[in-house]
């Protein structure tokens, strides 16, 4: 399965980043940019309302696989490889670990793509896509580095729904000055 983001955590991520940015966490906006980068350079993004099915049992195999990548980095680096076995009981301690830390900051602990359950409503809370229509453009990194600069950081670009409402709103009150 695909693994992707939808546009409204883009967004969301997209606004960290820039408030991380303009309060001097140089390092978390570079991070987050990062991640904003290999979504969209992967075109990993799905639409608000599409369906898409992500168990709990799914997302920990993903951290466990990108741990297994990192631990990878890690012994390429000190050319050095420890026992599988425990490299899986580091990397399984680890990623339950990680995963107790971000429920206990997100406060969450059933996922939005969780299958539905036997009788469970689903409930229409609308779409992001009512309120805030967005585009984000990635400068080019020329340097070859993988580092995002500050001076190379994505440029955001975000159009309130407010002014179109608005601009209808003024369209159809011309339209019923006409008519009278």
């Not at 987050?32 to 290999?38: A, D, I, N, R």
């Not at 992967?42 to 898409?52: L, M, Q, V």
């Not at 995002?148 to 159009?159: C, G, H, P, Q, V």
Request: net charge negative; glycine share 4%.
């Amino acid at each position: 399965m695909k693994r992707s983001i939808n546009k409204k955590m883009m967004l969301r991520l997209a606004a960290q980043a820039d408030e991380a940015d303009l309060y001097g966490s140089h390092h978390i906006a570079d991070n987050l940019t990062y991640v904003l980068k290999k979504y969209a350079e992967e075109n990993n993004i799905r639409d608000n309302d599409t369906n898409y099915e992500y168990n709990k049992k799914e997302l920990i195999e993903d951290v466990e696989n990108m741990m297994w990548d990192a631990a990878t980095r890690v012994f390429d680096y000190y050319d050095e490889l420890p026992d599988g076995r425990d490299i899986e009981d580091f990397i399984e301690t680890f990623t339950n670990e990680y995963m107790q830390g971000l429920d206990n900051i997100i406060h969450s602990k059933v996922g939005k793509h969780e299958e539905k359950t036997p009788g469970e409503e689903t409930v229409d809370k609308g779409t992001p896509d009512e309120v805030v229509h967005w585009e984000i453009k990635f400068e080019n990194n020329d340097d070859d580095d993988g580092g995002i600069d500050d001076e190379e950081r994505s440029t955001f670009i975000l159009k309130d729904f407010k002014e179109e409402e608005d601009k209808e709103e003024e369209d159809k009150e011309e339209k019923d000055k006409e008519e009278d």
